[in-house]
């Protein structure tokens, strides 16, 4: 069961707009397949029918044809969903599947038929096995006020196959990742490897990995295989032989180190940041501590990175500030920082947003990050890269738009010059940047030849100055770096500027 809650909870406020469905009205799914590989598009919803114990199941497997089963290589399917039919929502908290093996084999109960495929019906609402090689998205479309469609791509239970999605019509950009299969694959057996992640076992013939999200590191950890009852469902390395999976416990490991007392001692961190992000994690950690849960180091974890909104606003956003390692107050902090870090407590939530470069659900509450809702009359699914879309360009939540601007705030000390230079988070360009000690230089080029992001936290520069020269062109994302300069900078905004000894620049 996804842990996308939020995202549920909006699904299901915009059920009441089918209370009274046209059942004529109809919304557009297409499906690229961009692999050289079949896949097997599954499109779900759930109802329960009056009188009945629990949730159905009602499933739709996608063929091109009757002789061609699933969509081959470089092919697409377009299916049209009604509002209602046979008392079926097919607009409401649906979610499409895609396998790229042959999927287990439908209900043989059939209800009925949508855009010529049969309705298969299961009636213990059993589901898709949590280890199958799948991935899903998710959708909702509504007439509430207007022509809307909502959804996203969730790799909150785990990540496997590449999938992009948008607005038919390409009004907004995509949500999803640009990668193509062989790339996204390499990127997880990397993160496997380095990070002693666990992966699902899928069949012994399987040459790709399916891992879970980090609520499922937990949740899943002694959990057998749906395919063969001999196995862990997670594999890799454990502590002991029926123990707890490395990765595992080294995230454990992650969030105990944030509790030690020496977490901000070392010189480098002793600053508002990490004293911040300490309280933050301390902050999380007890709420779940007196839960009323189990009090293990392994029940905390894996609840806190199951998260949901129910501590209430603050809570919830102290822990989607951790879980992309950094704080909710000015002091700020870089956003999925390096596997090395100790400010990562989640490395799930790096691959996902930064190697894998998804702007998707990674945890469960990753709400500004992966769900949309615009107007539209359909959504479009790709699958290993971008082509079929018509907007191949990353969507940006609105939301966040205040804070992506890069217009220079220039705080004034009182006297001549400035007391320091604060460029809110945004887009921002960066040419070469040269590392620094004690006695070097550091010069920063405005004009964004080959750009690069600015990655460390602080940069100290005792003895040398840093010079720039402003150019907005082709601007790449900057966040969170602090220099500290006992020499003058000079911005050339507007002509020279300078600020005075001991000037402190933030790039939020």
Same mark, same amino acid.
């Given at each position: 069961?996804?842990?996308?809650?939020?995202?549920?909870?909006?699904?299901?406020?915009?059920?009441?707009?089918?209370?009274?469905?046209? $059942?004529?009205?109809?919304?557009?799914?297409?499906?690229?397949?961009?692999?050289?590989?079949?896949?097997?598009?599954?499109?779900?919803?759930?109802?329960?029918?009056?009188?009945?114990?629990?949730?159905?199941?009602?499933?739709?497997?996608?063929?091109?044809?009757?002789?061609?089963?699933?969509?081959?290589?470089?092919?697409?399917?377009?299916?049209?969903?009604?509002?209602?039919?046979?008392?079926?929502?097919?607009?409401?908290?649906?979610?499409?599947?895609?396998?790229?093996?042959?999927?287990?084999?439908?209900?043989?109960?059939?209800?009925?038929?949508?855009?010529?495929?049969?309705?298969?019906?299961?009636?213990?609402?059993?589901?898709?096995?949590?280890?199958?090689?799948?991935?899903?998205?998710?959708?909702?479309?509504?007439?509430?006020?207007?022509?809307?469609?909502?959804?996203?791509?969730?790799?909150?239970?785990?990540?496997?196959?590449?999938?992009?999605?948008?607005?038919?019509?390409?009004?907004? %950009?995509?949500?999803?990742?640009?990668?193509?299969?062989?790339?996204?694959?390499?990127?997880?057996?990397?993160?496997?490897?380095?990070?002693?992640?666990?992966?699902?076992?899928?069949?012994?013939?399987?040459?790709?990995?399916?891992?879970?999200?980090?609520?499922?590191?937990?949740?899943?950890?002694?959990?057998?295989?749906?395919?063969?009852?001999?196995?862990?469902?997670?594999?890799?390395?454990?502590?002991?032989?029926?123990?707890?999976?490395? %990765?595992?416990?080294?995230?454990?490991?992650?969030?105990?180190?944030?509790?030690?007392?020496?977490?901000?001692?070392?010189?480098?961190?002793?600053?508002?940041?990490?004293?911040?992000?300490?309280?933050?994690?301390?902050?999380?950690?007890?709420?779940?501590?007196?839960?009323?849960?189990?009090?293990?180091?392994?029940?905390?974890? %894996?609840?806190?990175? %199951?998260?949901?909104?129910?501590?209430?606003?603050?809570?919830?956003?102290?822990?989607?500030?951790?879980?992309?390692?950094?704080?909710?107050?000015?002091?700020?902090?870089?956003?999925?920082?390096?596997?090395?870090?100790?400010?990562?407590?989640? $490395?799930?939530?790096?691959?996902?947003?930064?190697?894998?470069?998804?702007?998707?659900?990674?945890?469960?509450?990753?709400?500004?990050?992966?769900?949309?809702?615009? $107007?539209?009359?359909?959504?479009?699914?790709?699958?290993?890269?971008?082509?079929?879309?018509?907007?191949?360009?990353?969507?940006?939540?609105?939301?966040?738009?205040?804070?992506?601007?890069?217009?220079?705030?220039?705080?004034?000390?009182?006297?001549?010059?400035?007391?320091?230079?604060?460029?809110?988070?945004?887009?921002?360009?960066?040419?070469?940047?040269?590392?620094?000690?004690?006695?070097?230089?550091?010069?920063?080029?405005?004009?964004?030849?080959?750009?690069?992001?600015?990655?460390?936290?602080?940069?100290?520069?005792?003895?040398?100055?840093?010079?720039?020269?402003?150019?907005?062109?082709?601007?790449?994302?900057?966040?969170?770096?602090?220099?500290?300069?006992?020499?003058?900078?000079?911005?050339?905004?507007?002509?020279?500027?300078?600020? $005075?000894?001991?000037?402190?620049?933030?790039?939020?």
């Amino acid at each position: 069961m996804s842990l996308n809650k939020l995202f549920l909870c909006i699904l299901l406020t915009l059920v009441a707009a089918s209370l009274h469905a046209d $059942p004529s009205e109809t919304k557009n799914i297409t499906i690229f397949n961009n692999t050289d590989k079949t896949i097997y598009p599954i499109v779900q919803v759930t109802l329960k029918p009056e009188g009945a114990s629990n949730i159905w199941i009602y499933s739709l497997y996608l063929n091109i044809s009757d002789q061609v089963v699933g969509v081959p290589a470089n092919q697409s399917i377009s299916i049209q969903v009604p509002q209602e039919q046979d008392g079926i929502s097919w607009w409401n908290a649906a979610r499409v599947y895609v396998y790229n093996q042959t999927p287990p084999a439908p209900n043989p109960k059939v209800q009925g038929s949508v855009s010529g495929f049969p309705v298969h019906v299961d009636e213990q609402g059993t589901g898709l096995p949590l280890d199958d090689p799948y991935q899903f998205a998710e959708y909702t479309f509504d007439n509430s006020g207007g022509n809307y469609v909502g959804y996203d791509v969730s790799y909150v239970d785990s990540v496997y196959l590449p999938l992009a999605i948008e607005v038919e019509d390409g009004s907004v %950009g995509y949500s999803g990742t640009d990668k193509n299969l062989s790339e996204f694959q390499s990127i997880i057996a990397d993160f496997v490897k380095n990070q002693q992640w666990p992966y699902f076992f899928l069949s012994n013939e399987t040459p790709y990995y399916s891992i879970p999200g980090g609520f499922n590191l937990f949740a899943l950890d002694q959990a057998r295989s749906s395919h063969d009852s001999s196995k862990f469902m997670l594999q890799g390395d454990r502590v002991a032989q029926e123990g707890s999976t490395v %990765g595992l416990e080294n995230v454990v490991a992650r969030w105990k180190k944030a509790m030690n007392p020496d977490f901000c001692s070392d010189c480098e961190t002793q600053s508002p940041f990490c004293n911040a992000f300490q309280k933050n994690a301390t902050d999380v950690w007890n709420a779940f501590k007196e839960d009323g849960g189990s009090t293990t180091d392994e029940a905390i974890t %894996g609840r806190i990175l %199951g998260f949901t909104d129910a501590f209430g606003p603050t809570l919830s956003q102290q822990d989607i500030s951790l879980e992309e390692g950094i704080t909710t107050d000015p002091s700020g902090g870089t956003k999925y920082p390096d596997y090395t870090s100790k400010y990562n407590l989640n $490395p799930y939530v790096r691959l996902i947003h930064h190697d894998l470069n998804a702007n998707v659900y990674a945890f469960s509450i990753d709400d500004a990050v992966g769900f949309v809702r615009v $107007p539209g009359t359909g959504i479009t699914i790709t699958v290993g890269g971008l082509k079929g879309l018509k907007n191949q360009t990353p969507y940006v939540n609105p939301a966040s738009l205040k804070e992506n601007n890069a217009e220079p705030i220039i705080g004034d000390n009182g006297t001549s010059g400035f007391s320091s230079i604060l460029i809110n988070a945004g887009e921002i360009c960066i040419g070469a940047v040269q590392s620094t000690n004690n006695y070097n230089e550091t010069y920063v080029n405005w004009s964004c030849s080959n750009c690069v992001a600015i990655s460390s936290n602080i940069i100290h520069t005792n003895f040398g100055n840093i010079g720039t020269d402003w150019d907005s062109r082709n601007c790449i994302t900057v966040t969170n770096s602090t220099i500290h300069t006992n020499f003058p900078i000079d911005f050339g905004i507007t002509g020279s500027n300078y600020a $005075p000894i001991g000037a402190t620049i933030t790039i939020r």
